[in-house]
């Protein structure tokens, strides 16, 4: 990217922005949770609404919403008339109403926040410092089926968000191959196997993750009518010599690989290889850096990285597509296909070499 020219007087005005941003950022969390956004946005016919109304509105006093509201207008995230009048500006109406920006709020404020505080230290040791926030485990994947109910939630939300909207496109490139065995390489909650299972009558799905996520997946998958085809086994893909057996037509890892470091992802796609034959087709998604369209993607991704460094793992990151084929050709892997899915996955079918 190329150097932009700012004056210097606007260049501090960014800088107090992000020298604040913690102060924003809870601020806008609080215009959302107290149900001000909402208030303001219904009254939006009336030509907006005074702090006084809203304070009689929704109980809450008229100090508490003048120092909310007063940062907010310096924001940008609601504007303030002659008349003394709020109105939420196309920033506060996105970040209220837009579907994505409130899954990246939600996961921020209730999974992220307060790990963050411990980046410097996670960057320091190598490891997720920040995790201690949330529960004692050496990884986030070993505790997600014991978080609490608010932050799995928004775990998981954040999670489906960035990939259920390109299973459909992606199960018409998994089913020309007409696998009868298909293995799912992180399994999650067993959404991806489920929707196997009806796309294709005949498809059996094995799902290979750590115990506490395969017996949720398999429980989901159970219920959904899908037990006999459905099946799973533990696995922990930091043991020093994970094993995946022989015999399935497709393995499919979805967002998977970027939760882990360069060499655990060669150790993972290695350990794939021995397990295909010539006829094996597996699948990988991600989400890559440098396969964004627009610049909100892309930033959205790189503060993703943040999360793995300070709360997921301490080593893992979003990649650039060059960083997977680079790992996907040291590991004995051709790429067959590379399709673009939705607005920002990447589809690699890879073939043992």
């Given at each position: 990217m190329s150097k932009k020219y700012i004056k210097a007087i606007d260049a501090l005005q960014e800088a107090q922005k992000i020298a604040f941003a913690p102060f924003?950022?809870?601020?806008t969390v609080t215009l959302k949770?107290?149900?001000?956004f909402d208030f303001i946005f219904g009254n939006v016919a009336k030509g907006g609404v005074t702090l006084e109304e809203i304070s009689k509105a929704l109980s809450i006093s008229e100090y508490g919403l003048s120092?909310?509201?007063?940062?907010?207008?310096?924001?940008?995230?609601?504007?303030?008339?002659e008349q003394g009048k709020y109105e939420l500006?196309?920033?506060?109406?996105?970040l209220n109403y837009n579907p994505m920006t409130q899954v990246n709020m939600n996961f921020t404020q209730d999974v992220c926040y307060q790990g963050l505080f411990h980046l410097e230290e996670a960057i320091k040791e190598g490891k997720p410092a920040g995790l201690k926030e949330l529960g004692n485990w050496k990884t986030i994947y070993e505790g997600l089926s014991e978080l609490k109910p608010n932050i799995q939630k928004s775990w998981f939300d954040f999670d489906h968000f960035y990939s259920d909207g390109i299973f459909d496109e992606a199960l018409k490139i998994v089913f020309k191959h007409q696998p009868k065995l298909l293995f799912d390489i992180g399994g999650n909650t067993g959404k991806f196997a489920i929707q196997c299972c009806n796309y294709n009558p005949d498809v059996n799905v094995h799902i290979f993750d750590l115990p506490g996520q395969l017996k949720k997946a398999l429980q989901n998958t159970a219920d959904q009518g899908f037990g006999a085809r459905v099946h799973g086994t533990k696995i922990d893909w930091l043991s020093e010599n994970p094993v995946i057996p022989n015999g399935a037509d497709t393995i499919w890892m979805s967002q998977f690989l970027d939760c882990f470091s360069k060499e655990e992802?060669?150790?993972?796609?290695?350990?794939?290889?021995?397990?295909?034959?010539?006829?094996?087709?597996?699948?990988?998604?991600?989400?890559y850096t440098d396969r964004q369209k627009f610049d909100n993607a892309k930033f959205t991704l790189e503060a993703t990285s943040l999360y793995f460094t300070a709360l997921a793992n301490g080593n893992s990151k979003m990649y650039k597509a060059t960083?997977?084929?680079?790992?996907?050709?040291?590991a004995g892997l051709e790429i067959k296909e590379d399709v673009s899915l939705g607005e920002f996955h990447t589809l690699f079918v890879c073939k043992k070499k």
């Open positions: 924003v950022f809870q601020t949770n107290l149900g001000i120092v909310l509201l007063e940062m907010a207008e310096s924001s940008n995230i609601v504007s303030l008339d500006t196309k920033i506060g109406y996105f992802i060669l150790k993972i796609l290695r350990t794939a290889v021995k397990a295909m034959d010539s006829d094996t087709e597996l699948i990988i998604i991600e989400t960083d997977l084929l680079e790992l996907a050709d040291k």
